[in-house]
């Protein structure tokens, strides 16, 4: 079982493996990127069978408190990403709560889709943040 939510995360990073951005001349925003960037690196860094679950917690917390200072620092301008992120990562914690629960498998059915929904919806904000940082 965390075997599987371990391979998801993995997966999470090599999406965004590639994804970066910096510099003191570029917008806020693009400090908010890089934090998000390495809140979602920490995320997929952790190992759930010797850190537990609730790290996993803890560090996805992180990535939702990232994308909602990212959000912040850029108004309206990637709203629309910033709320599929939102969404994608309230998905995966309802999903890791319900591996401390009685239906474990039903929760690792809903994160084979659902850490799929955060790889895209990260990439796609990190994306389109990149086009006024890079």
Sequence with gaps: MLRRLTAALILLCVVLAASGCGGSSKPAVCGKRDDLSKAVDNL????????????????????????????KAAGD????????????????????KGLTGSDK?????????DVPAVSTSVSDLLDAVGSVCN
Excluded at 105 to 113: I, R
């Design 105 to 113: 498998t039903g929760a690792l059915t809903s994160l084979a889709t």
């Design 77 to 96: 301008q990637f709203a629309p990403q910033v709320k599929a992120v939102k969404d994608s990562t309230a998905k995966v914690a309802t999903d890791v």
């Design 44 to 71: 997929v860094k952790v190992n759930p069978v010797s850190d537990g679950l609730s790290e996993v917690q803890t560090r996805l917390t992180a990535v939702q408190d990232a994308t909602t200072a990212l959000g």
